[in-house]
C-alpha cells in the first residue's frame, strides 16, 4: 500500500463517519447542543470539513470547494467565506444550520477533491515543507496526519453528539 492510499484511506474513514453522524437527522436535530451550550452536530461536521477544505485547497494550489463550487452561497450562513469555525464562540456555533443533505454533500465535494489530489502524491510531494511559522516546519505528510486527526476527533464527537441525542 503506498502513502497515497494510506492516506485516502484514512479520508474515506472521515467520509463514512460524517454520513452515519447525520443521516436521517433533520436540521433541528443537527442543531442539537449537549447542554444547550455544546458544539452541534451540524457545527461540528460542518468545521471538520470546512478545515479540510481550506488545508487541502491551499496545500494543493486549488481553490476551496467552499466558495468556488458554490457551497458557501448555499449554505447561506451569517459568516465570512473564508471563516473555518476556528475559536467560534458560542452563539457562532449555534449560528450553524443546515441539512444533513448540506451537510454531507459539502463533504462529499470535498472529500472528492481530498482524493484527487492524494491520488498524485508520492514521498518527494509529501516531503515538501508547506509551513514556516513552526519549528520544525510542517511538512506535507505531517499538515496532511494533521487534517485527518483532527477530522477524526470533530467527527467521532458528532457521533457521540448523535447518540446523545438518540437517549433523549
Known sequence: MSSSDL?????????????EAVEGLSTEELAFRVDGSGNSIAWLVWHLTRIQDDHIADAAGLEQVWTG???????????????TGYGHTSAQVASISASAEQLTGYHD???AQTVAYLAGLDG????RVVDTSWNPPVTLAVRL?????????????AAFVRGVLSRR
Open 7 to 19: 492516506l485516502v484511506d484514512a479520508f474515506g474513514r472521515i467520509r463514512e463517519t460524517v454520513a
Open 69 to 83: 463550487q458554490g457551497w458557501a452561497r448555499r449554505f447561506g450562513l451569517p459568516l465570512a467565506d473564508a471563516d
Open 109 to 111: 465535494a470535498v472529500h
Open 124 to 127: 518527494k510531494a509529501l516531503a
Open 145 to 157: 496526519i494533521s487534517v485527518v486527526s483532527d477530522d477524526l476527533q470533530h467527527a467521532g464527537q
